[in-house]
């Protein structure tokens, strides 16, 4: 496991899990005597009178000598060297001693740390599908028609980091199927009108779409032709307007002799000029072609007028807290319908003379109410796009 998934689990995890953690990994104290502390393990911090008495912390990097405690203090939530003021970055506080003297729960032996992550590693499925990061809080609200918190977790049948991977990570990334986070990136459309891209290198990518845009004000932001007002200023101003050449063909001479080019227009030229540029651009529109298609490991396609191609790449992220608040509330309840139906349909395979069996019908039934109602919300706001195939 890499440290920066440590500290996500962690971080993610209620304080009477970061302590049991703790417990699991050795029950590790830190002393002015201790002379090795090894990188991705928890010390509790032993050092009476010392202000970091009693935290809890992780070591992000090895440590190869003895680290004198009473130096050191706790600054904006970081620990930091009280001569130096330096802010070490091989440790990282998990717990304060206030955040342990406020735990009330009692150490869970059955709990073990990281299971979930360490599962996927085992079967290779860590680096195509990383884990989604959501505090346990919202566990509690997403499965609380499953009996949480009345249940408690070890009474489930899934650990907290398999539930996030079967349960919340699903709903996820449903939701940003439909809402995916957009990058842009556009290039240029290369000769016979062709142009191609490969996929990012992300492993949240998961969408594409192409826009074309016909004339420069397409290319990329920060170019001196990046203004999206380029167009309008172009065709319509300079072109209609102002006696200008935008289509191909000098504009407002026909009729007046000795007219120079941009010269003002009467309404007669502007008339004109409507119909020839609503002649062309019908033209245009006839006769362009435009297609694209997914390859294995891009994008490619043509258009027969575009002179550039905006690329739109749909990602979606593994942490809960870039879900917009606004749509929070719908994801719990996809999120909720897929624990119910998870946990109902597994408890349905039970024996029928099982003590104390209980019909889940009505979980799937609800299940089915919650998810019906999402997708249908969601469905109303959005419109299909090419979909990488994955």
Not at 182 to 190: F, G, L
Not at 298 to 321: K, L, N, Q
Not at 342 to 357: D, H, I, V
Request: charge should be negative; proline fraction near 6%.
């Amino acid at each position: 496991m890499q440290i920066a998934q440590i500290v996500d689990f962690l971080l993610n995890y209620m304080p009477n899990r970061r302590r049991d953690a703790w417990v699991y990994m050795g029950s590790n104290y830190a002393t002015v005597e201790t002379p090795i502390y090894h990188a991705g393990q928890l010390y509790r911090i032993n050092s009476p009178g010392a202000p970091l008495h009693d935290f809890i912390i992780l070591c992000t990097e090895p440590v190869l000598t003895a680290v004198d405690w009473t130096m050191y203090d706790y600054v904006n939530k970081q620990i930091q060297r009280t001569d130096t003021l330096h802010i070490p970055n091989e440790f990282l506080t998990i717990l304060t001693k206030s955040d342990l003297d406020t735990i009330i729960e009692i150490y869970d032996p059955d709990f073990v740390p990281f299971l979930g992550m360490m599962q996927f590693e085992e079967s290779g499925g860590m680096e195509d599908r990383p884990s989604v990061l959501i505090p346990e809080t919202e566990l509690h609200i997403i499965l609380r028609d499953a009996g949480i918190p009345f249940v408690k977790w070890t009474e489930l049948e899934y650990d907290i980091e398999t539930m996030r991977y079967l349960i919340v990570r699903p709903a996820v990334e449903m939701f940003y199927k439909f809402f995916p986070i957009i990058r842009e990136e556009t290039i240029p459309v290369m000769a016979q009108g062709r142009f191609e891209k490969e996929f990012p290198d992300d492993p949240n990518f998961i969408q594409v779409r192409a826009v074309f845009g016909t004339n420069a004000s397409q290319a990329a932001k920060g170019s001196g032709m990046g203004n999206p007002f380029q167009y309008y200023r172009d065709q319509m101003i300079g072109g209609l307007f102002m006696g200008g050449h935008a289509f191909g063909r000098p504009q407002g001479r026909a009729g007046r002799a000795g007219r120079t080019m941009g010269a003002a227009m009467n309404h007669n030229d502007v008339i004109g000029n409507m119909f020839h540029m609503t002649t062309y651009n019908s033209m245009l529109n006839r006769y362009s072609r435009v297609k694209y298609t997914l390859k294995e490991d891009g994008v490619e396609g043509y258009h027969t007028g575009a002179r550039y191609v905006t690329i739109e790449w749909g990602f979606m992220s593994p942490d809960w807290t870039d879900i917009p608040h606004n749509r929070k509330m719908e994801v719990r309840e996809l999120a909720a319908a897929y624990a119910l139906r998870t946990f109902g349909m597994l408890r349905m395979q039970a024996p029928e003379n099982s003590p104390g069996k209980i019909d889940y019908e009505r979980w799937l039934s609800r299940a089915d109410e919650l998810e019906e109602k999402v997708m249908t919300h969601w469905h109303e706001f959005t419109k299909a796009i090419a979909i990488k195939n994955r």
